[in-house]
Structure formats: C-alpha cells, structure tokens
C-alpha cells in the first residue's frame, strides 16, 4: 500500500513536468525556521515546536512559459512537543520528538502570471510548487524537559521500534521574492510501531536562485 502511495505521487509529478519548456538550470540555497508537530491517532496534546531547515535547489526555469520544475535536498528538523502533567514536586514535564529527516520533494512550479520584459529573474514572479516528497530519517532524539532543564536520547533509525526510515508525503508552497512559506502533509506513519503519526511541518525560508 506504501509503495503504491509513493508511484502514484511520483506519477504526478511526471505528469506535470512532462510539460515543462525549460529554457535553463538553475540552482540555489534554502534556508529558514521549520515549525512541525506530529498527528498522532488518539493523542491531541501534540504541539508544534521550532526548529531550522536548509539545503540546495536545482530548478528548470522557463523562460516565457508559466510551468516549471525543480528538485530540492534539504535537512529538516522536526518533530513534536506535548504536555504531560506534573512529577512529584508538582513541575511540569514536557516530552518532545526531535527528528532528523534528509528531505527530497519533486516540485512542479507555476508562475501565476506570465513573464514580463521588465522582470529581471523568477523571483519577481509568485509561484505556487506542489509535489511529492520523500525523506530520510537519519535520527531522532527522545527529549524530557522539567523546569527548563533537558534530558536527550539518541533514536537511531536503525533500531526496533524506533522512527521509520523512509517518510513521504505532499508538499506545497507559495513564493515571492526571496522568500517561501511551504507546508508539507506526511502520509507515512513516522514510527514503527504504536498509533498512526504522521509529521507536518510548515517552513518559511529564504530561497535565492542563480
């Protein structure tokens, strides 16, 4: 069922670039604050909590028409944070889900006007990208905070019952400038074993391109 999931959002993104009139390649860096938390069936108590992602982009800029491509390599770090109640000296104690993803989403970008002859590059143009993307958990770190002082484990994704090693879901953002605000849907659980969990993260980065 996984695979079928994952061919079918591949699918779509070959569709859509299968139309793309690329006048040049393109690459650049992203780099910005990612706000994430988990669903996890039967649990509402999850939080966002903050933390950074980054990487390269290699995009097919067009140079009159409104469709384009491009693929991105970014660390993210995500995860989750809840609430859950107070020890024995009535503090409250916090368990939060820090994981490390490598994540890889196949973006169709389209221009939401036409190019004028003013405009110096695409970053003068909003765009929408939409896609599939896939990760790469690499780690995860189980945290407990009481009284603003943490205790951390490492999670290797190697080990039973532990964080999944492959993520995938769907990913859209909005562009303007040099900034994108992009929010991924994760459709796999994000560990092995337990209650559904799927991650969300919403980023807002800073995206140049040369």
């Known amino acids: ?104 989403p196949l973006l169709l970008n389209i221009y939401l006007r036409k190019w004028n002859d003013d405009d110096e590059d695409e970053s003068m143009i909003p765009r929408l990208r939409i896609g599939p993307q896939i990760g790469f958990c690499v780690g995860g770190n189980d945290i407990m905070e009481v009284k603003g002082k943490k205790k951390q484990q490492f999670i290797s994704p190697w080990e039973p019952g532990s964080f999944n090693r492959i993520d995938y879901g769907v990913t859209a953002a909005l562009s303007y400038w040099f900034v994108e605000v992009r929010y991924t849907f994760g459709m796999a659980n994000v560990f092995k074993e337990g209650a559904k969990s799927t991650n969300h993260v919403i980023s807002v980065t800073w995206s140049d391109i040369w």
Not at 75 to 84: A, D, E, L, P
């Open 1 to 104: 069922m996984k695979d079928k999931k994952l061919l079918i959002l591949l699918l779509f993104w070959l569709i859509g670039t299968g139309s793309v009139m690329a006048q040049r390649l393109g690459g650049g860096l992203m780099l910005g604050p990612a706000f994430s938390t988990m669903s996890i069936s039967g649990n509402d108590s999850t939080r966002f909590r903050t933390d950074f992602t980054g990487g390269v982009r290699i995009a097919l800029i067009p140079e009159r028409s409104i469709i384009g491509a491009e693929i991105d390599v970014l660390y993210s770090r995500q995860g989750t944070s809840s609430k859950k109640g107070l020890d024995e000296s009535n503090n409250t104690i916090r368990y939060m889900e820090k994981s490390h993803y490598i994540n890889v």
